[in-house]
């Protein structure tokens, strides 16, 4: 297959300690070129996001490096966090870029995953569009019951059980859920209260599973080392739900139970798109497209 440009996001199980982080990011950043673009740590969640990107094959490589480097440093029977995880590298999702087509990234989680359970001899799931079971497109439907549970459901339920390996989870690295889909944004909202039962109240009214806004996964979870709660988001569209709409609608929940936001963060990285639409639509711009932001006139010229 020709070596076309992609990115790659993985999700490790790990936030607490840098050097374990590092060592992570080391792995990935040694392979020619493959180049990291932005990495971010969590103690609460404790997990770390790597977003990297390159030609295909550097970008395969580096994911394996990387799922190996965690297999070794991350044990599982000792990871507490407030954010889901069935894997030491629980998510792994490659995205297209450029002229890079969705199929294309399919076929690059496969042979991924494929490496993963060959080499490393860590169980793999396959999510979102490179999933080989329908009910296995959405990756809380993967990740349900997390490590504690499915390393005991997986041997006994087939529906359960991994796509590559197994049936038995890896004894401290459990299994990689490995995918291909759109850019998502990653984006969570923190409210100034340690009332739980508020974020995942709000978690519920906006996500899209409970008919809520379109193309929006949201839970409630809380951060016990700042004496607050957040609702953490993946946009899945950014254009059918643009990120200032989630920001307004989370306010005014918020303030229906009497919570102020405290701040909102990003994990990763956003396209430019996502904050000219967010932009615009704060401040109600009529007319409005990319081709007024300077830069892209440049760009086009």
Known sequence: MKDLLVECVPNFSEGRDGSKVDALAAAIASVPGSSILHRTSDSDHNRSVITFAGRSEAVIESALRAAHVARELIDLNHHTGAH???????????????????????????????RIWDELGIPVYFYEVAALRPERQKLENVRRGEFEGLRAEALTDTAKAPD???????????????????????????????????????????????????????????????????????????????IHVVFLEVVRLAAEYGVEVEESE????????????????????????????????LESL
């Open 164 to 242: 590559l390996g197994g049936p038995a989870l890896h004894p401290t690295a459990g299994a990689v859920i490995v995918g291909a889909r759109k850019f998502l944004i990653a984006y969570n909202i923190n409210l100034r209260t340690p009332d739980l039962g508020v974020a995942k109240a709000i978690a519920k009214q906006i996500r899209a599973s409970s008919g809520g806004l379109p193309a929006v996964k949201a839970l409630g979870l809380a951060l016990p080392s700042r004496g607050i709660v957040q609702v953490s988001m993946n946009l899945t569209d950014f254009e059918q739900t643009p």
């Open 84 to 114: 889901p995880r069935l894997g030491a590298l629980d998510v792994l999702p490659f995205v297209p870029l450029g002229a890079t087509s969705l199929e294309s990234c399919i076929e690059f989680a496969h042979r991924a995953g494929k």
């Open 266 to 297: 990003l994990i990763g990285l956003m396209p430019r798109k996502a904050l000219e639409i967010a932009a615009a639509g704060l401040l109600k711009l009529s007319d409005f497209d990319s081709s007024r932001v300077v830069e892209n006139r």
